[in-house]
């Protein structure tokens, strides 16, 4: 449910390092919350985002909710598949599903995230 080679944020964002970049996306427990993901916002290419701060939304059929950004950096790629077919997200989290690719400011910033034994305890508790 929450594979081992991510990092994770407590906000519900994962991470695939890749070099000095980072993949981000919303894990399987955020898009089981929204249900059917209907419309994703998300930054563009060349934008600034910052850990800890919101960096797009997603909307469904039950709520709107912002997706905050688990590491700063710059935008390097959008998944316009994702904001042509916002459901992918809901079919594949963790592969096509993916929101964003960022070239990070800092590495140090991935040691502040959770394993994923980490972020499964901490989803039981919510």
Do not use: C
Not at 39 to 61: H, M, N, T, W, Y
Not at 102 to 124: F, G, H, N, P, T
Request: hydrophobic share 40%; charged share 25%.
């Amino acid at each position: 449910m929450y594979p081992q080679e991510l990092k994770y944020h407590r906000e519900h964002a994962w991470v695939r390092v890749e070099g000095e970049n980072a993949r981000i996306g919303v894990t399987h427990y955020a898009q089981e919350q929204l249900g059917d993901i209907l419309f994703a916002d998300l930054p563009q290419k060349g934008d600034e985002i910052v850990a800890g701060e919101p960096f797009g939304r997603l909307e469904s059929v039950k709520s709107v909710s912002d997706v905050i950004a688990p590491v700063s950096g710059t935008v390097l790629e959008v998944n316009e598949r994702v904001v042509d077919r916002p459901d992918l997200v809901n079919q594949d989290p963790y592969g096509e599903g993916w929101l964003i690719l960022v070239q990070m400011s800092s590495s140090a910033e991935i040691e502040q995230l959770l394993d994923a034994a980490e972020y499964a305890r901490i989803v039981q508790e919510d």
